[in-house]
């Protein structure tokens, strides 16, 4: 099935980091202009380098196609690495904001 390899992993991964907040940690990470700020400053190295690196003219790194959903933008960068970026992203800092507020 198309899309199921990249895909459906890299949306699981949203749904997962969304839940761990509103469902267990409850840190406020997304009420935070600091976040949304964190998240611009990644997403202005993440088009560049992701962009080099997947660009259809000398591609360093080559997706199968049929497990992608096909939309890149910009610069031919599957949407999928932006939301598995989110996930990353986001993970590492509400688990870094619930231990904190453990202590």
Same mark, same amino acid.
């Given at each position: ?25 409850? %840190?406020?990470?997304? *009420?935070? !202009? ?9 997403? $202005? /190295? ?21 497990? %992608?959903?096909?939309? *890149?933008? !910009? ?9 598995? $970026? /989110? ?17």
């Amino acid at each position: 099935m198309t899309g199921l390899g990249y895909t459906v992993p890299a949306v699981v991964a949203v749904v997962l980091v969304v839940a761990l907040e509103f469902g267990l940690l409850h %840190t406020g990470l997304f *009420r935070r !202009p600091a976040y949304w700020l964190s998240m611009l400053i990644v997403l $202005g /190295f993440q088009v560049p380098v992701d962009g080099w690196l997947t660009k259809h003219s000398a591609p360093i790194v080559i997706y199968d196609q049929r497990q %992608t959903s096909g939309v *890149r933008f !910009p610069f031919d960068i599957p949407v999928e690495d932006f939301l598995f $970026g /989110f996930a990353l992203v986001t993970a590492v800092l509400l688990l870094w904001e619930g231990r904190r507020a453990r202590r």
